[in-house]
């Protein structure tokens, strides 16, 4: 029920993420561990530039990585995964963070893509498992996506994804000495069913070719919502 308060909800508290493996067509999400550093590091190694918009990295040596992989593995307030494509090497992280068990708010963020993963099929079925698990089987109210606005790969992909642009805070965090903006984005509950069906569309093997291209892009078979 809607009023001028609002919608009424009389659920008090949702689920927090279960770290779980988790399989889909073309990747894997596993979860993350310390012992990952040796699988990670070629593909860290090679890209030092794909960190410029996170709060860690480039690592200059796998001493340093497995330091950080050690410690956000061990978060319990923030569950990390490793994506590794289908016969391949891992190619990057992801989690789902911001959990808010009262509010019903749910983030999926502090991703890290290889550029050779980035744009690809198993890139967009990687964060549309942990989409599915937050909204379908946690029932979230509200998802959420974040950036920092500079950083147009990840504002492209939040549309690519179906979320909705909410608005940006100006100069909300200092990265690197660097001070940005942070673009929100989210996806509420009533309009999860429409984007799931639109991402489910869009993974299926029917649209990619022989080498992979896909055949139509999310944004023609949105679902119009």
Not at 17 to 28: C, L, M, S
Not at 145 to 164: D, E, V
Not at 187 to 215: H, V, Y
Request: glycine share 6%.
């Amino acid at each position: 029920m809607t009023s001028s308060l609002g919608t009424r909800i009389s659920q008090e508290s949702w689920p927090f993420p279960i770290k779980d493996r988790r399989a889909g067509n073309y990747v894997d999400l596993l979860p993350l561990s310390a012992n990952d550093a040796d699988a990670l590091w070629p593909a860290v190694v090679a890209a030092p530039e794909s960190f410029t918009y996170l709060r860690y990295g480039p690592f200059a040596e796998i001493k340093s990585l497995q330091i950080f992989l050690k410690e956000v593995s061990a978060r319990t307030h923030q569950p990390f995964w490793i994506v590794e494509p289908k016969g391949q090497a891992p190619q990057g992280w992801l989690s789902i963070c911001d959990v808010d068990q009262k509010d019903s708010s749910i983030e999926i963020g502090s991703i890290w893509f290889s550029p050779s993963l980035q744009g690809t099929r198993a890139a967009r079925e990687a964060i549309f498992l942990l989409m599915c698990h937050a909204m379908d089987e946690l029932c979230y109210q509200r998802l959420v996506w974040r950036c920092q606005s500079q950083n147009q790969k990840s504002f492209k992909a939040a549309k690519n994804l179906g979320f909705t642009y909410e608005g940006t805070w100006r100069r909300a965090a200092i990265v690197d000495g660097w001070q940005r903006d942070v673009a929100w984005f989210s996806i509420l509950k009533e309009e999860w069913p429409c984007r799931r069906a639109t991402i489910s569309r869009w993974l299926m093997s029917e649209n990619f070719d022989a080498a992979g291209n896909q055949m139509a892009r999310l944004a023609e078979l949105d679902c119009g919502m």
